[in-house]
């Protein structure tokens, strides 16, 4: 089932990279939080690459301003996930994080079957605004789409 506005995000671990791999914990990521976390279905891919981080990164302050925190998430590695954040020139407060087996993309109900195009499991584009733990707003775009999950829109939806 896929979250809705008013669920608990569910526990999972994901990774980073700083000084190595770090494990975050998506409890400790979200509760007593404000944050947006968007999913892309891949590191690198055109739209990904050329709009959906672009625009988080762009806005990057407005969000901060509001309080709110950022991170994008892949059903990618860690090591992909930080090279991608670096040649997007993603502010380090911009968490760049990596699903790689896609637990958490799959308990969100938001994986995606791409293996037709050589890509295996994804996750579908979406962004969620969470405070505390809790999906206040969910944007999930339909298949091929780019509109309710940008930086811009969701923005435009935060009080």
Request: aromatic share 8%.
């Amino acid at each position: 089932m896929t979250i809705q506005a008013g669920d608990r995000l569910p526990e999972a671990t994901l990774q980073r990279i700083r000084e190595g791999i770090e494990t975050v914990d998506t409890r400790n990521l979200f509760d007593g939080r404000k944050m947006v976390i968007f999913g892309v279905p891949g590191a690198f891919t055109p739209t990904c690459s050329e709009k959906h981080l672009p625009g988080f990164v762009e806005h990057f302050d407005r969000f901060r301003d509001k309080g709110i925190g950022v991170a994008c998430l892949a059903v990618n590695d860690p090591f992909v996930m930080r090279a991608w954040g670096e040649h997007q020139h993603v502010p380090d407060e911009l968490l760049m994080l990596a699903d790689g087996n896609g637990d958490f993309t799959r308990a969100l109900g938001l994986e995606m079957d791409a293996s037709a195009y050589g890509m295996g499991m994804r996750s579908r584009r979406f962004a969620i605004y969470a405070e505390d733990g809790v999906a206040r707003q969910v944007f999930v775009e339909a298949p091929g789409e780019f509109r309710v999950s940008s930086a811009e829109h969701v923005l435009s939806q935060i009080p």
